[in-house]
């Protein structure tokens, strides 16, 4: 089986050298998962174990583990392979939404243009002589109407402008404005375990309650009183221990949280765990103006079409593409009305979905207040936390034992250290 490929990225971003406190705070993955991980990554991409006096253990990795474990697993060649296949064709499948559009309008614009001429020229040929101009639509009138501007200056101008606040091109644009540009907290999950996490960390290791509720979500109302239920998977996740003081209050420690590998400067986080809001999308005005302009001249142009297509004579005695675009003509409609309609609900869902993450964010943010000013038993409860907070920072002087030398080598390394000592302290008469 391979890898975890969060922990793999974890111990690069962590510098190859980890405990399995660092690797839960960096992913937000639980001790457990994070343990086994680790040492199913240590035993195949060759890395190594260093035991402190104190009994905790640091994971070494070789920074071309990577090329190791790629070598080893087909799965993570096919992986990786994959992802860059993906890529391209999740791209196009992006872009033919747009291409979709333009070859839409194309089709319509040219089998209108073509029913016209047709009639006026059966008119023509009808009414030699006379001065008669009828028929459906003057033709002029008709690539007016269906003109988006392109040649107007100023439309010029709000383009070169669109193109210099948004990094998508024009059918990337397409889709964006049909579809939005994906969920903006997809990681919401990992976030609030590493920001837990973290918080823990900025402690050294033990919390009171009040401390990591705004980072969680429907605790209900008791939350400020004594039930803290909402504790249990915190605990259960970082293998967290609850005391009690003598005044009955709870406060939670978390052990392996209080190893580190190295000494890394402090990790900002919020006072409280923040959703995104979701956006229409990424693209500028300007894209979404001429999108949405190109999705009512679409679906206007499908409706004119239906009329001259709607006795099916017309196809019939012209043939040729006029007949193609009859066949797919309701494909066609569908596909105009589509382009508006969707983009239409998306906007009135995302309205409702962010009236909802900003009373989430609001409840969270009313949570985080209470430490900003904690009351007299508040901090008393911090206080008692304090009593069990530690940080035991692991380095290379504190070892006892790795796997990177033979045990042999390491026991006379240790012995010739011992000694180096005892010459010292006699020397310097102690």
């Given amino acids: 089986m391979a890898p975890n490929p969060t922990i793999m990225h974890a111990v690069e971003q962590l510098g190859y050298r980890v405990t399995i406190g660092d690797v839960a705070t960096q992913a937000g993955l639980n001790i457990a998962e994070a343990g086994q991980g680790l040492l199913a990554l240590a035993a195949d991409a060759g890395g ?7 009994g905790d253990i640091v994971y070494l990795f070789p920074q071309n583990f990577r090329a190791i474990l790629r070598n080893k697993y087909l799965q993570l060649r096919l992986q990786e392979w994959w992802q860059k296949v993906w ?3 999740f791209y196009l499948i992006r872009i033919s939404f747009g291409i979709f559009l333009i070859v839409s309008i194309a ?13 006026n020229s059966d008119r023509d040929n009808d009414n030699r002589g006379s001065n008669y101009r009828g028929g459906f639509f003057y033709f002029p009138d008709l690539f007016w109407y269906f003109s988006p501007n392109y040649y107007d200056t100023s439309y010029q101008q709000r383009r070169h402008n669109s193109r210099q606040t948004s990094e998508l091109n024009f059918f990337e644009a397409v889709f964006s404005f049909l579809f939005g540009d994906g969920n903006p907290n997809a990681r919401l999950e990992e976030r609030r375990w590493q920001e837990i996490a973290t918080v823990i960390r900025h402690q050294r290791g033990a919390v009171v309650a009040e401390q990591i509720a705004p980072y969680l979500d429907d605790l209900g109302p008791g939350y400020k009183q004594e039930y803290e239920d909402y504790m249990l998977p915190v605990l259960i996740r970082f293998n967290g221990q609850p005391k009690v003081s003598s005044e009955g209050q709870i406060v939670y420690y978390f052990p392996e949280l209080q190893v580190r590998a190295t000494k890394k400067g402090r990790q900002s986080v919020p006072a409280s765990l923040e959703e995104l809001p979701w956006r229409f999308s990424r693209a500028g005005s ?3 103006m001429l999108s949405a302009g190109l999705g009512v001249l679409n679906f ?9 297509l709607r006795d099916g004579t017309v196809a019939a005695q012209l043939g040729g593409l006029v007949a193609f675009v009859q066949g797919i003509y309701w494909l066609l409609l569908a596909y105009g009305i589509g382009f508006l309609g969707v983009p239409l609900v998306r906007y009135f869902w995302i309205q409702w979905r962010n009236k909802k993450i900003v009373a989430r964010n609001r409840d969270r943010l009313s949570r985080a207040r209470i430490l900003t000013n904690p009351d007299a038993n508040l901090q008393e409860k911090i206080d008692y936390a304090r009593q069990f907070a530690a940080e035991n920072m692991i380095e290379n002087k504190d070892l006892v034992y790795s796997t990177e030398t033979d045990l042999l080598d390491q026991e006379i390394e240790n012995s010739a250290q011992i000694d180096a000592e005892w010459q010292k302290r006699l020397q310097s008469g102690e």
């Fill in 48 to 54: 190594h174990l260093q035991v402190a006096e104190s």
């Fill in 87 to 89: 890529g391209v064709i």
């Fill in 107 to 119: 089709l319509i614009t040219i089998s209108i243009v073509i029913i016209i001429t047709a009639a």
């Fill in 286 to 288: 300007g894209q979404i």
């Fill in 300 to 308: 206007v142009g499908a409706l004119i079409l239906g009329n001259l």
